[in-house]
């Protein structure tokens, strides 16, 4: 069945033609009026979304198709105890193909492996949004025309920021990429991130200061503190004010700059700054939906395609204990981890690493 769960999902060749077709729809979107007719999108949200929800919602309708779904935890079975996996056979009866976001890392994943229809990620945890990232690819790629060369800050919590790890795993794979991550210390990159970067050989500096950063940033990446993912909420508050991006701190920034959020924004940029027009955050917004469109096509038109699945370990001492996993709350979900190197193991679902 063909999924997007991790924007590794996708080649560099498919990502360029999601581009094209997304560029054809704004082109001519009559021409794709009628497309999807009969078939149905389930977007299933058990967690809050305005854009991503709503873009996949109006992505279909665009596409001449229905949807159906629930947009909280509250309205669906998982109130009464259901399963992911159980939830997501169930479906398969009713849709074509499936829209999930979850609080829980790896939920599409195990719901991937037990739907018989496509399942995409819009968002689990703080671990993935590779829907997100095909919202920001095509806004870059307007910007700029090409994704070479870029030197790209991230700016916020990178740690619980799911956007973020998504759009470095996708920009890695061109040539030239720079990363710059600017976090408070307690909200690096987490460690997964830094070490794939790091064995990939893609520069990636770190700091804390936005405006030592500034004036080298061809992309600007900002992000919310992700409030609903710390433990404690003195911590939380501490942080939540770390960076707030304002005109004047655009002063020493380039002319081509192109400021990215994905949005929702708390007070990470003000709102001076919206009418300046490096200021891209609502164009990315509407190309989240183009690109949505041309997802949703490609995924129906492939759904029988299997993909490659890696190599894949059960075994009695490989546990997850990750709390934000989907394995801490689906009791009968086998953990499954697949080999690293260096007799290490990564939980196929959140990422979390275990040494034998
Ligand atoms: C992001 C998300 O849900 O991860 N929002 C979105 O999908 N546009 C970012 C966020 O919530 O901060």
Redesign the pocket.
Known sequence: MRNLIDILDLSVEELDSLIAVAMDIIAHPEAYREKCRYKKLATLFFEP?T??RLSFEAAMMELGGNVIGFSSANSSSAAKGESVADTAHMISCYADIIAMRHPKEGAPLVASRNASIPVINA?DGGHF?PT?TLADLLTIFRQKGSFRNLTIGLCGDLKY???VHSLIAAMSRYQGTRFIAISPEELRLPEYVRQELAEKGIPCLETTSLEEAMPHLDVLYM??I?RERFDSLEVYERLKDSYILTPEKLVPAKESLCILH???RVNEISVRVDSDPRACYFQQALNGKYMRMALILMLLEQKDREMPQGEEIVAPELQCDNPRCITSTEQELTHVFRPVGNGTFRCIYCEREKTR
Do not use: A, E
């Open positions: 979304s854009r991503t968002g949004h997100q920021g799911r956007t992000t919310r992700q994905p949005l929702p």
